[in-house]
T-cell receptor, first 111, second 114 residues
Framework: TQLLEQSPQFLSIQEGENLTVYCNSS?????LQWYRQEPGEGPVLLVT?????EVKKLKRLTFQFGDARKDSSLHITAAQPGDTGLYLC???????????FGAGTRLAVHP | GAVVSQHPSWVICKSGTSVKIECRSL??????MFWYRQFPKQSLMLMAT?????????EQGVEKDKFLINHASLTLSTLTVTSAHPEDSSFYIC??????????FGPGTRLTVL
């Protein structure tokens, strides 16, 4: 069974702080995607990483794919209340196109 | 681009009735669509993979006779919850595959069975 362990599960911080969310697995992923989901809505794709060691930036968000393509991280700089939401990592492994989801990180940024 | 719609966005039904949920890719064709279920404060749980023109592939533990999936065209997949019961109440989300296996999600359908 392929697992994607995501941590932390909950994060409550003050506006302006930095944070990092991690996704780790013993499996190799051909690609890994990060999503953000707000209550009552579907997940919204933030980024897809494909190459080992790849780093992508989206404004204050920095995404990194591990060299071995088994892990990934999301770093948010100077968090804002608008960053509040559920962050999900999801990977695709082998020849399958099914996404394997992490458990999610629920982020709350307080003004 | 990459917009996926779902209809209805919410539905309330009586126990024993059937409910159909539609998932459409609005600006791209999707040979594969996926159906997920999400419980409060939890991550997404894949129910089945819907392939255009063929039978859906169900995940272990998901009753195929309970959750009927039809993928009649490259832009439409439907999920029918048959003889719904209160324990079927949940948030159902579909997604559609685009290139590079990127999945784009619909806004979800909240089903409440009384």
């Amino acid at each position: 069974t392929q697992l994607l362990e995501q941590s932390p599960q909950f994060l409550s911080i003050q506006e302006g702080e930095n944070l990092t969310v991690y996704c780790n697995s013993s499996s190799v992923f051909s690609s890994l995607q990060w999503y953000r989901q707000e209550p009552g809505e579907g997940p919204v794709l933030l980024v897809t990483v494909v190459t080992g060691g790849e780093v992508k930036k989206l404004k204050r968000l920095t995404f990194q794919f591990g060299d071995a393509r088994k892990d990934s991280s999301l770093h948010i700089t100077a968090a804002q209340p608008g960053d509040t939401g559920l962050y999900l990592c999801a990977g695709i492994s082998g020849g399958y196109n099914k996404l394997i989801f992490g458990a999610g990180t629920r982020l709350a940024v307080h003004p | 681009g990459a917009v996926v719609s779902q209809h209805p966005s919410w539905v309330i039904c009586k126990s024993g009735t059937s409910v159909k949920i539609e998932c459409r890719s609005l600006d791209f064709q999707a040979t594969t669509m996926f159906w997920y279920r999400q419980f409060p404060k939890q991550s997404l749980m894949l129910m089945a993979t819907s392939n255009e023109g063929s039978k859906a592939t169900y995940e272990q533990g998901v009753e195929k006779d309970k959750f009927l999936i039809n993928h009649a065209s490259l832009t439409l997949s439907t999920l029918t919850v048959t003889s719904a019961h209160p324990e079927d109440s949940s948030f159902y989300i579909c997604s559609a595959n685009r290139e590079y296996n990127e999945q784009f999600f619909g806004p979800g359908t909240r089903l409440t069975v009384l």
